[in-house]
């Protein structure tokens, strides 16, 4: 017995995808995850997306980590979706629906090439307060959004943060899951596979977080380097990139309308001032489809 899989990336964000609709869902998704995940001995991935029959939406979207833990959103994740929903028959473009762990978004795709999108994400408002992001903090109004207010629980303990020109004052912003943002002068001078593990599992952060260091190019254009909560360094996140967006115009330091520069390519944002939500257009590319023994689940 075997199910077939699909494997895709959105600017270097890459993800086995099941189809379940005319096929069962995997039996243990979190074991799956890991296993095929594995970049030596399964598929190789960032983690695992299931798609399923959703009651309200054209599709129904599962994301677990490379960890094999759920994740309630990934914005790459939900390109390549939304691409495959079309590729598949489940919607016809331009227009598809996809239900999350964060809502119902609304996308639209542009078929580019026979296995290739560029898709526009509905990301929905960003989420500020600091109880719902979640972070713990101990301050006198806890309803107020964290920005440039917390210092890195890492910040100047350590010797690099000089060296990279690293701002240690954090930004909190939520977009279905949790993101802390950090300027500074240089993306490639940190030691993101040391101080990102570290941040992500800090105490203050009861839900762990993402983490993400960003290089101001211009008031249009960012260069930002990743650490995914239960993934490590990948070469793009979408829902990160829409929270650079927000953290940026919170703080002065960029537009509403942005480029986010990603080891994997190009990402495009947009806070919309008049509805407050957060749009994000990228590619969504297949890479290869094939079949993964059902005993290995």
Not at 124 to 148: A, H, M, T
Not at 157 to 166: D, E, F
Request: one cysteine or more; a negative charge; glycine letters at 10%.
């Amino acid at each position: 017995m075997e199910f077939e899989f699909v494997k895709m990336h959105g600017a270097g964000n890459d993800y086995v995808y099941v189809d379940c609709f005319n096929q069962p869902s995997p039996l243990d998704p979190c074991r799956l995850a890991r296993v095929i995940s594995d970049r030596h001995c399964g598929v190789g991935s960032d983690g695992l997306v299931l798609m399923q029959k959703s009651q309200g939406a054209s599709v129904f979207m599962r994301m677990f980590n490379a960890d094999g833990s759920e994740s309630e959103m990934c914005g790459n994740g939900v390109r390549c979706v939304a691409h495959l929903a079309v590729a598949n028959g489940h919607a016809k473009a331009p227009l598809v629906s996809v239900e999350t762990g964060r809502g119902v978004l609304s996308l639209v795709v542009t078929q580019t090439g026979p296995r290739t999108s560029q898709v526009r994400v509905d990301m929905g408002e960003p989420i500020l307060k600091p109880s719902n992001v979640p972070v713990l903090v101990i301050e006198e109004n806890q309803e107020k959004p964290i920005v440039d207010g917390l210092c890195s629980p890492l910040g100047e303990a350590q010797g690099w943060w000089k060296t990279s020109g690293l701002d240690p004052r954090m930004t909190i912003v939520s977009m279905g899951n949790p993101h802390v943002v950090l300027y500074c002068r240089d993306t490639t001078l940190v030691p993101l596979e040391t101080i990102g593990p570290a941040i992500e599992n800090h105490s203050i952060f009861p839900k762990r977080i993402n983490v993400h260091f960003v290089e101001v190019l211009s008031p249009d254009r960012v260069r930002m380097r990743t650490w995914e909560r239960g993934s490590g360094i990948t070469q793009a996140c979408g829902t990160g990139a829409s929270a650079v967006c927000v953290a940026g115009v919170l703080s002065g330091r960029s537009h509403r309308k942005i480029v986010a520069e990603v080891p994997g390519g190009n990402l495009e944002l947009d806070w919309d001032e008049s509805s407050g939500t957060v749009f994000m257009t990228g590619p969504a590319e297949e890479v290869f489809r094939g079949r993964w023994p059902v005993k290995a689940c």
